[in-house]
């Protein structure tokens, strides 16, 4: 596609039910990341995709989160029995190339409020 | 990991006014990037710069990477260049990881 696609682009859901988020990078990028901003801070690294293999996954905040990338391309990011703290914009982005040797590209990001 | 720091965290200015803003980050780095946070969240790529001076219309980046600086410069500044920027170096320096980001400067242009 043109850009990195995210969705949904909002997401309201009740404390302890799971949600999915998912990231469709720019094609032919084959690096991914996913970070997480809550309201007015700045961007925290939760995890990094290489091809469909995560070597760095120590931004991840609990066993809660997880990731998966498959066929190189679409990414879900998922958390499990959410918690109020857990509300915050979800951003993804690709680069053409491993880790930070090219630019990155951001989607428009997943609200996520736990209620 | 390394550490990068923005200053100033806050910029107000009048419309037409230049600014510059800096990055320090702790250890060597092969690549830095700047971003751009509109008003509505969406983080624009600015520039790629690991080292040296790259221009692109009224904003303009200088790194120094011995010195373990980054500055961007805004010229004639626009209501559009209202937003945050961040800066972004690779976690452990040398690339072959994410991003970490600054705090960001927060500028706003009043008209």
């Known amino acids: 596609g043109a850009g990195v696609s995210q969705s949904p682009s909002n997401k309201v859901t009740e404390k302890g039910k799971d949600v999915e988020l998912r990231c469709d990078p720019i094609?032919?990028?084959?690096?991914l990341y996913w970070y997480r901003q809550s309201l007015g801070q700045g961007l925290e690294f939760l995890i990094y995709f290489q091809g469909n293999s995560a070597p760095d996954k120590s931004g991840l905040p609990s066993d809660r989160f997880s990731a998966e990338r498959t066929g190189g391309s679409v990414s879900t990011l998922t958390i499990q029995r959410t918690q109020q703290e857990d509300s915050a914009v979800y951003l993804c982005a690709s680069s053409l190339r491993q880790g930070a040797f090219s630019p990155l590209h951001f989607g428009n990001g997943t609200r996520l409020t736990v209620t | 990991g390394i550490q990068v720091e923005q200053s100033p965290p806050d910029l107000i200015l009048q419309e037409g006014a230049n600014s510059t803003l800096r990055c320090n980050f702790s250890d060597s780095v092969n690549n830095l990037q700047w971003f751009h946070q509109n008003p509505w969240g969406q983080l624009i790529n600015l520039f790629y710069i690991p080292s040296g001076t790259k221009q692109n219309g009224r904003l303009s980046a200088t790194t120094v990477a011995t010195e373990r600086y980054s500055l961007l410069y805004i010229s004639s500044s626009q209501t559009t260049d209202s937003g945050v920027y961040f800066c972004?170096?690779?976690?452990?320096?040398?690339?072959?990881?994410?991003?970490?980001f600054g705090k960001g400067t927060h500028l706003i242009i009043q008209p």
């Open positions: 972004a170096v690779p976690y452990s320096g040398g690339g072959a990881d994410g991003l970490t």
């Open positions: 094609s032919g990028h084959t690096a």
